[in-house]
């Protein structure tokens, strides 16, 4: 049973900075793809940010967040994080990490297999 376990999140002034860590059970994931997407209420779950190993890690992002957002992965630890800053109100949701047994750059909630909690980041203006 693979668990993805997110922590970081929390309420923070817009303009502000948080970062959000995500920690999976086993290595299985070593080579594939880990993604951040976040729903806010009433409205779908989008995609932020996926990483994944080829060659060097490669990163994509969703274009609300692009320049803003940097994700990052620690292969030893099995980690994935997420780097917020310039936060806007419109940022707020839930943040859930997301791992795919399959390959390539992925961006859709239907190509994630795992999923954690979910962790609640509130922007305030």
């Known amino acids: 049973q693979v668990q993805l376990v997110e922590s970081g999140g929390g309420l923070v002034q817009a303009g502000g900075s948080l970062r959000l860590s995500c920690a999976a059970s086993?290595?299985?994931?070593?080579?594939?793809?880990m993604a951040w997407f976040r729903q806010a209420p009433g409205k779908e779950r989008e995609f932020v940010a996926t990483?994944?190993?080829?060659?060097?890690?490669?990163?994509y992002y969703g274009d609300s967040v692009k320049g803003r957002f940097t994700i990052s992965r620690d292969y030893a630890k099995n980690t994935v994080s997420l780097q917020m800053n310039s936060l806007k109100p419109e940022d707020t949701a839930v943040y859930y990490c997301?791992?795919?047994?399959?390959?390539?750059?992925?961006?859709?909630?239907?190509?994630?297999?795992?999923w954690g909690q979910g962790t609640q980041v509130t922007v305030s203006s």
């Open positions: 997301a791992a795919s047994s399959q390959t390539g750059p992925l961006r859709q909630v239907y190509e994630y297999d795992y």
């Open positions: 086993i290595r299985t994931f070593t080579n594939n793809p």
């Open positions: 990483i994944r190993r080829s060659g060097s890690s490669t990163s």
